[in-house]
């Protein structure tokens, strides 16, 4: 993997239940690492060919291999686009490419918040 390809700086976030002051249940994302990205969003054909195979699949996203991310695991960066904080869901397994413990891909779906 070339680390010029990775120029987004992401937050890893899993879930993490928590309770709020009245001691409801309340969901809450704890980042549990920071990590260089490729943030790639979808073409239009690449997006019909995604919706077909995995539902509402938006970004491709690689970084270095982790053993630590799944399939519930979020990504949290800002895109410098003025649009603020983007959030990505990662919605699929985690692609190990190439079986080598190199990189991951991860298949993401954007979060509007």
Not at 62 to 75: P, Q
Request: glycine share 6%.
């Amino acid at each position: 993997m070339r680390a010029g390809r990775l120029q987004w700086r992401v937050q890893l976030q899993r879930h993490a239940p928590t309770t709020d002051a009245e001691g409801s249940p309340a969901d809450d994302w704890a980042t549990f690492a920071t990590v260089w990205a490729d943030v790639q969003p979808l073409t239009a054909r690449e997006l019909l060919e995604a919706a077909q195979a995995e539902g509402q699949i938006s970004h491709q996203v690689t970084i270095r291999y982790r053993r630590d991310v799944t399939h519930n695991t979020r990504l949290l960066f800002n895109a410098g686009d003025g649009a603020g904080s983007r959030v990505l869901d990662v919605v699929a397994a985690p692609i190990d490419v190439g079986m080598n413990h190199r990189e991951l891909q991860l298949l993401c779906q954007e979060r509007q918040v």
